[in-house]
């Protein structure tokens, strides 16, 4: 594990690894450039998103060398787990903690200079050396490993602020291990692993859902196609090709595919990374770089959704005074099958990362975005991953004599199933 020290001048980026001083220049700069995914030169990939979409290219005008980092798949996945219905100051902080109790020290970060080296972006040009300074004085550590998380206790996690994610971070650590550990993960990033396959692989791990899944896809395992869908991905969607996605109730299998093939069929092979452009442009630190009309935009957009949500939500609550109640249906209608949701939020998305996760070592003047520990939320809305459970088959007339589970309500003749989430559950 290496501490890395970044500056970046006008024309190039200046590296030293602060607690191996005498580390191989060289194996450091290639594992840089891995890192950012520098083999992949962004000026043709904005190109052609941007004739594609003129609002991106009003954003990449404003927001430039913003591009996906490639993170280490045990950490992302931990990371992505913990960002579960969390901002990124709180999942910052619980990251921090765990790292501290379980993860290996690395040093102790004094105000001290390093020497530096040039790390040339595909559109930078080598300057001369010059000294990194490390500001602060704080311990460093590593993140911890899969066997530390296996092994600790869920009361334990619960004290560092993980909530009911604690059980999640121990059962995926155990899974992982009987799976073969981080080899296991990474060998899914091989090319002939499709992003259906990655997925269906990673939602086998407690606390890991169809999004959950995808940002681990996305910034981690090599899946530039992936499109993690929460509900902000959602509404820029809504806003920017398809209003009719308004119109959706949920975040469903079919809803959460519809938007991610709407990316892909716009943005092409790397939609993933155009769609962590446009999720970076709506948060707040980075949405003031952007023209003040797109700002007022957006703005209004979501004040716009904050409304009709309010509106949804009161007339749930109403039906009889609300003002879109649908008319009574002419005849009667079939019984449907109750069918329990369970909603399990890890973030949004992003999330930059989403959460999304992301840097920028690119041309000029960048603009820098990290976020390794999950997506960003805007403080007002929250991440929903659906996961639908497998629906309860029916137990026949004897069953209706029978005492109702915990959780059963009848009301005026019919059932309704309430279940309370993991978090409730958890605090």
């Not at 980026?13 to 890192?35: Q, S």
């Not at 121990?170 to 899974?175: C, H, V």
């Not at 970076?280 to 003031?288: Q, T, V």
């Amino acid at each position: 594990r290496r501490v890395v020290s970044l500056r970046e001048t006008t024309s190039t980026t200046l590296f030293a690894c602060l607690n191996r001083p005498d580390e191989d220049p060289g194996e450091l700069e290639g594992e840089l450039r891995d890192y950012f995914q520098l083999a992949e030169p962004l000026v043709p990939l904005y190109s052609a998103w941007s004739s594609a979409d003129e609002r991106l290219a009003v954003i990449a005008d404003r927001l430039p060398g913003l591009r996906v980092l490639r993170q280490e798949p045990v950490e992302c996945l931990f990371s992505f787990i913990i960002s579960s219905n969390n901002n990124i100051a709180r999942i910052q902080l619980i990251l921090n903690r765990l790292r501290q109790r379980y993860g290996d020290p690395l040093m102790v970060l004094e105000s001290s200079q390093a020497p530096g080296r040039s790390l040339d972006s595909p559109s930078a040009k080598p300057t001369t050396k010059t000294a990194l300074v490390a500001a602060g004085s704080q311990p460093l550590y590593a993140f911890p490993s899969i066997a530390a998380f296996a092994g600790a206790s869920e009361q334990e996690l619960r004290d560092l602020g993980l909530g009911y994610r604690s059980r999640y971070i121990i059962e995926t650590a155990k899974k992982l291990q009987e799976l073969g550990g981080e080899p296991w993960l990474s060998a899914l990033r091989r090319q002939e692993i499709s992003r259906a396959e990655a997925q269906q692989e990673l939602v086998q791990f407690s606390g890991v859902g169809q999004k959950v899944a995808d940002c681990v896809a996305l910034f981690s395992l090599d899946k530039a196609d992936v499109i993690p869908v929460d509900t902000h991905v959602w509404q820029i969607a809504v806003r920017d090709m398809d209003a009719s996605l308004k119109d959706a109730k949920s975040i469903t299998p079919a809803i959460y595919e519809r938007v991610g093939d709407l990316f892909r069929e716009r943005y092409g092979a790397r939609a993933g990374w155009a769609h962590s452009l446009l999720f970076a442009a709506e948060l707040p630190s980075l949405r003031k770089y952007l023209p003040e009309n797109l700002q007022q935009e957006m703005e209004e957009f979501r004040l716009a959704e904050k409304e009709r949500k309010k509106q949804a939500k009161a007339a749930k609550k109403d039906p009889e005074n609300s003002p879109t109640k649908s008319p009574a249906p002419a005849t009667p209608t079939k019984k449907r099958r109750l069918k329990l949701v369970k909603e399990e939020s890890p973030g949004k998305s992003s999330r930059f990362v989403r959460q999304s996760p992301g840097t920028t070592l690119e041309e000029g003047k960048n603009t820098a975005l990290k976020n390794e520990e999950g997506p960003e939320h805007d403080g007002e809305g929250e991440e929903v991953e659906l996961k639908t459970a497998k629906r309860r088959s029916s137990s026949g007339s004897k069953a209706r004599g029978n005492k109702r589970k915990k959780g059963e309500e009848r009301q005026e003749g019919k059932m309704t199933m309430v279940a309370k989430t993991e978090e409730e559950e958890g605090g």
